[in-house]
Each structure stands twice: as structure tokens, then as C-alpha cells.
């Protein structure tokens, strides 16, 4: 059983919210205020002087920068997603940001041994480290708003403060994060969705022409809202995988509260395709193709994935719970013949 001393405890209770402004893992909070924040997820996006694309551009902002956000302005175009933020000198579409918090969680003071905690980031985002007798402590993967990830350890971290042992089912060996980062989720905010009703009974309808996902129990619409499918620009070469997501009949075939998604280099630069703690994913292709959360754009209503059908993280954590095969809390990953899909071109 790995435990915090009372010296930790104690330590970690006398930490103060302007402390934490200036800590070396959440660089630029030192601007924290309480209005309405998002961080900026791609490389860069452009600040334009009224709400749409055609007017002048008068400023940008960069990846990981957190900006805040005065008014949402509902321009009416682009017409799938016409939200622009006024944000200071202009306005941002929101379709490369996410929206944020800053929220600080008291650590867990034990994780029986042998178990595992699912939890989720709850600052915009947060340096994660590994160390190795050789080498110390050094940075590797960046983690952001919203990912879930498995805890198996409470250790203390670079600076004395209490840090989680995170557990990655793709890299095969530990990194750590700031434990005020991370909030436990509790059992029963993931357990199953009306768990009795039938197999035959539930399914899955996508459309990817209108983007458009749908959810049926007793052939009554209990959920719909509009998804990111896979850009259809298919495979441009044999050695590449196809980015389009496929039409056809399935059947959810896994499910991963987590699931790291990439080649699983803990020292990926930021541009690279390494996004850890990928949240609620329901796989229904042997390809890898699945239903998860999202937390690198804001585009919903048009193409945006490499396949995957992306959705909002709080929408994609109702279908994990909903579908079929049920899923037990303390596993990584549940198999079994599930939820029928149907998506149609």
C-alpha cells in the first residue's frame, strides 16, 4: 500500500493558490483571474478584428496559451459551428480551443496496492515526469484539460510535494503528475447506463453527412448531438492509413475509460501525434476506429479525425457508460460483442 507521510500531508495543506500561480508545471498561471479561459490547441490561431474569417487578421495567439474570454458571439457562420469568442483586440473562433479550468484536488491519501484510480486533468494542462536513477527527473508528455488517466501510486514528486504514479497501458512503464492535478473520479459517475435493458435492444446511428450521431433504446431516440468524423481525403498511399472513417454495419468490440493513443514517445515534440489519456473510447473496428472524447479542437459538425469518430469529452463518457459490453471499474479495457453501430456515408 503506498502511503503519504503526515510531513507530505502537512506540506501539501500549506500550499496556496498563488504558490501554485508560479509553479514550473503550469507555466503562465501566474495570469489565473476567474473569468472564462480557453487554451489555444493547435499551433497557432489568428485573431480577427470582427466574428468571421473574411475580416482582418490583428493579432494570434500560440499553442498553450490560456486567453480570456470576455463574450461568445454567435456569428452564424461557419454554419456547423458559428461560436467566435470576443477575447482582448478581437475575436477567436473557438474550433482550435478548448475550454478550460483551473481546479485544484485534494490528494488521495492511499492507493491499496495492487489497484488503480481513474482520474481525470482538471487544469488546463500539466507537465508530466518520469524518473530514472540515470538521469533524474525529466519532463516528457504534456497532458491536458479533460484527459483520464489510471493512478497506481502516490509518490513524492521533483518538488517534495505529493505527485500520482500514473499508469499507461501503451508505454509500459510509470510517469508522474502534480496529485492536486488530478481528480479521482468516483465509481458511480462511470457506471453503467441502464444495464438491463437487451443487447438488441440499443444502437448506434451515425451519418456522416450531416455528422450527426444518434443513439436508439426500444427504437426511441434517447441522444443525439453532432460528432467530428474522419476527413475524407481517404488514403493517399498505400503505407498511409486511411483517414476516413468507414459506412458499414459494426459492433462495439472494446471499451477504454483511458486510452493512450499514438506510438507512445514519452518525449514527443507537441506537434507530434501522441495524445495520452484519451477519454472514454469504444472501439468498433479491428482497425482501431472508435468513439472517444476529445480534448484538442472545439470543430464539432465537420470532419476533423484521423478515422475516429471524436465527440465532446461529457458525450462520449454517457455513450461509454450506455453501450455495451458493460465495463467493470477496476479494468483497463473491457472486450466482449456489443452495441450494434450503424454509420452511413
Same mark, same amino acid.
Given at each position: 500500500?503506498?502511503?503519504?507521510?503526515?510531513?507530505?500531508?502537512?506540506?501539501?495543506?500549506?500550499?496556496?493558490?498563488?504558490?501554485?500561480?508560479?509553479?514550473?508545471?503550469?507555466?503562465?498561471?501566474?495570469?489565473?483571474?476567474?473569468?472564462?479561459?480557453?487554451?489555444?490547441?493547435?499551433?497557432?490561431?489568428?485573431?480577427?478584428?470582427?466574428?468571421?474569417?473574411?475580416?482582418?487578421?490583428?493579432?494570434?495567439?500560440?499553442?498553450?496559451?490560456?486567453?480570456?474570454?470576455?463574450?461568445?458571439?454567435?456569428?452564424?457562420?461557419?454554419?456547423?459551428?458559428?461560436?467566435?469568442?470576443?477575447?482582448?483586440?478581437?475575436?477567436?473562433?473557438?474550433?482550435?480551443?478548448?475550454?478550460?479550468?483551473?481546479?485544484?484536488?485534494?490528494?488521495?491519501?492511499?492507493?491499496?496496492?495492487?489497484?488503480?484510480?481513474?482520474?481525470?486533468?482538471?487544469?488546463?494542462?500539466?507537465?508530466?515526469?518520469?524518473?530514472?536513477?540515470?538521469?533524474?527527473?525529466?519532463?516528457?508528455?504534456?497532458?491536458?484539460?479533460?484527459?483520464?488517466?489510471?493512478?497506481?501510486?502516490?509518490?513524492?514528486?521533483?518538488?517534495?510535494?505529493?505527485?500520482?504514479?500514473?499508469?499507461?497501458?501503451?508505454?509500459?512503464?510509470?510517469?508522474?503528475?502534480?496529485?492536486?492535478?488530478?481528480?479521482?473520479?468516483?465509481?458511480?459517475?462511470?457506471?453503467?447506463?441502464?444495464?438491463?435493458?437487451?443487447?438488441?435492444?440499443?444502437?448506434?446511428?451515425?451519418?456522416?453527412?450531416?455528422? %450527426?450521431?444518434?443513439?436508439?433504446? =426500444?427504437?426511441?431516440?434517447? &441522444?443525439? !448531438?453532432?460528432? *467530428?468524423? +474522419?476527413?475524407?481525403?481517404? @488514403?493517399?498511399?498505400?503505407?498511409?492509413?486511411?483517414?476516413?472513417?468507414?459506412?458499414?454495419?459494426?459492433?462495439?468490440?472494446?471499451?477504454?475509460?483511458?486510452?493512450?493513443?499514438?506510438?507512445?514517445?514519452?518525449?514527443?515534440?507537441?506537434?507530434?501525434?501522441?495524445?495520452?489519456?484519451?477519454?472514454?473510447?469504444?472501439?468498433?473496428?479491428?482497425?482501431? %476506429?472508435?468513439?472517444?472524447?476529445? =480534448?484538442?479542437?472545439?470543430? &464539432?459538425? !465537420?470532419?476533423? *479525425?484521423? +478515422?475516429?469518430?471524436?465527440? @465532446?469529452?461529457?458525450?462520449?463518457?454517457?455513450?461509454?457508460?450506455?453501450?455495451?459490453?458493460?465495463?467493470?471499474?477496476?479494468?483497463?479495457?473491457?472486450?466482449?460483442?456489443?452495441?450494434?453501430?450503424?454509420?452511413?456515408?
Amino acid at each position: 500500500m503506498t502511503r503519504l507521510s503526515r510531513r507530505d500531508f502537512l506540506k501539501l495543506s500549506s500550499l496556496t493558490l498563488t504558490g501554485l500561480a508560479f509553479s514550473p508545471f503550469l507555466p503562465g498561471m501566474e495570469l489565473f483571474d476567474d473569468s472564462e479561459q480557453v487554451r489555444v490547441a493547435s499551433a497557432s490561431v489568428s485573431v480577427y478584428s470582427q466574428p468571421n474569417d473574411q475580416s482582418r487578421i490583428v493579432g494570434q495567439w500560440f499553442r498553450d496559451e490560456l486567453v480570456n474570454v470576455y463574450k461568445e458571439v454567435n456569428s452564424g457562420t461557419p454554419t456547423y459551428n458559428p461560436i467566435w469568442y470576443r477575447v482582448w483586440g478581437g475575436y477567436i473562433h473557438r474550433a482550435r480551443l478548448q475550454k478550460v479550468k483551473v481546479l485544484f484536488n485534494e490528494p488521495l491519501t492511499t492507493i491499496p496496492e495492487g489497484t488503480r484510480q481513474l482520474t481525470e486533468l482538471t487544469v488546463p494542462y500539466t507537465q508530466a515526469m518520469r524518473y530514472t536513477k540515470t538521469y533524474g527527473w525529466q519532463p516528457n508528455l504534456r497532458l491536458y484539460y479533460g484527459s483520464v488517466h489510471w493512478v497506481d501510486g502516490i509518490e513524492e514528486g521533483p518538488d517534495g510535494q505529493p505527485w500520482y504514479r500514473i499508469f499507461d497501458e501503451l508505454v509500459g512503464f510509470p510517469y508522474h503528475v502534480m496529485a492536486i492535478h488530478l481528480r479521482p473520479i468516483p465509481t458511480e459517475e462511470w457506471s453503467p447506463i441502464t444495464p438491463d435493458t437487451p443487447l438488441e435492444d440499443k444502437r448506434i446511428e451515425v451519418n456522416l453527412s450531416t455528422q %450527426i450521431l444518434t443513439t436508439y433504446e =426500444y427504437d426511441q431516440v434517447v &441522444f443525439q !448531438t453532432n460528432i *467530428s468524423s +474522419g476527413i475524407p481525403a481517404g @488514403r493517399p498511399s498505400p503505407k498511409v492509413i486511411s483517414t476516413k472513417t468507414p459506412s458499414g454495419e459494426f459492433r462495439i468490440m472494446s471499451k477504454y475509460p483511458s486510452k493512450h493513443m499514438g506510438n507512445g514517445n514519452l518525449f514527443a515534440d507537441l506537434d507530434d501525434y501522441e495524445l495520452p489519456g484519451v477519454p472514454w473510447t469504444t472501439f468498433f473496428t479491428e482497425s482501431g %476506429i472508435a468513439f472517444h472524447g476529445t =480534448y484538442w479542437h472545439e470543430n &464539432f459538425g !465537420t470532419p476533423m *479525425s484521423r +478515422g475516429c469518430i471524436n465527440m @465532446r469529452i461529457h458525450e462520449a463518457k454517457w455513450l461509454f457508460r450506455w453501450v455495451q459490453p458493460l465495463h467493470k471499474s477496476d479494468r483497463i479495457f473491457t472486450p466482449g460483442y456489443g452495441t450494434r453501430v450503424l454509420i452511413t456515408p
